[in-house]
């Protein structure tokens, strides 16, 4: 059983906490916030028996086996960091860290000492995203693909009124591309690998922050647009046309829920699953069974793919 500890409070770490609990071989020991307070009320509120104010205290808890790190972006590569000299596995939220260096001295590290590290990044581990990988060889040579994910936030309302929060601070790693557009970024690199050029057209706010933009992502043969929003909402769907049939991914975005295949002779295939589950489940018990299996090829296809992605992250903010 691995026993799990948090860094973080927001609501992220409720909706993995709920898939937590509905995971077998993991759970949680304790939790760690800023404020006594805080970090007492989140672990009444999950039943963890320990909350920590002290992060190297819950660090060296020998109790303690894996890390999820959930605190704001630009904190990230410190906080895993620190888990990993503490000899803990860790789980880290998107985006993973600040840039491809910071993520590969923490893949090295980990590597160094015998420990799993992974994002938690949802899309890679979705059932349909499986579906849609094998499938793309039925639809002929690409041509076009597009991907969407586009939320309203809700703290947008407090940053008009000149309130910057953290997700649209860029001190603290905020913003479309790194916030809700990763997960587009995600897709097209899990499935195309990374591309041969890359360039990012933003809408910024008052303080420079990208409040919305679209990736641009040239391939051999086709192009590849990643539109995310934090200003306005719509329809968050995947759409990739090839010569011989289209694919159509619904409720794309960090969930990959139904798919259909849709070829030029008239046959179609559909891919779905009850879209009630947390989409965080996939993630956590594609992590458990690697570590139960010590199965290290396995994270090193997700480190491999989550280096590719701040690669490209790093060309697209340059």
């Known amino acids: 059983m691995l026993r799990l500890a948090t860094i973080g409070s927001g609501s992220i770490v409720d909706l993995f906490l709920d898939a937590v609990s509905r995971t077998e071989g993991i759970d949680l020991s304790a939790v760690f916030s800023r404020t006594e307070k805080r970090a007492a009320e989140f ?9 920590y104010v002290d992060l190297d205290a819950m660090l060296s808890d020998p109790e303690i086996d894996c890390i999820y790190v959930a605190s704001p972006n630009s904190l990230h590569y410190s906080y895993a960091k620190r888990a990993l000299l503490a000899g803990k596995h860790v789980i880290c939220e998107k985006p993973f860290v600040g840039n491809r ?41 690409i041509r076009l693909a597009n991907f969407n994910y586009s939320q309203y936030s809700s703290r947008y309302d407090a940053y008009l009124e000149g309130r910057i929060t953290n997700v649209f601070n860029p001190e603290y790693a905020g913003g479309a591309l790194m916030d809700i557009n990763v997960y587009n970024l995600h897709g097209a690199v899990g499935l195309f690998g990374a591309p041969k050029e890359a360039e990012y057209f933003a809408n910024r706010g008052f303080n420079g922050i990208d409040c919305s933009g679209t990736a641009v992502l040239s391939y051999d043969g086709f192009v590849c647009s990643c539109m995310g929003a934090k ?25 990959w ?28 018990a594609d992590f458990v069974k690697a570590v139960e299996a010590s199965d290290r090829e396995r994270f090193l296809g997700w480190q491999k793919e989550s280096l590719m992605v701040m690669e490209l992250l790093d060309r697209l903010r340059s």
């Open 43 to 51: 672990a009444k509120k999950h039943g963890a028996l320990k909350w």
């Open 101 to 141: 260096e910071e993520a590969a001295e923490l893949f090295a590290l980990a590597e160094e000492r015998g420990l799993y590290l992974m994002e938690a990044i949802t899309v890679l581990h979705m059932p349909n995203f499986h579906v849609v990988r094998g499938w793309l060889e039925e639809i002929g040579p």
């Open 231 to 255: 200003d306005c909402d719509g329809v968050n769907t995947g759409l990739i046309e090839g010569e011989k049939g289209y694919i159509l991914v619904k409720e794309a975005g960090n969930t």
């Open 257 to 284: 829920g139904n798919a259909e295949l849709h070829l030029r002779g008239g046959e179609t295939k559909t891919a779905s699953y009850d879209l009630a589950t947390n989409r965080m489940t996939f993630e956590i």
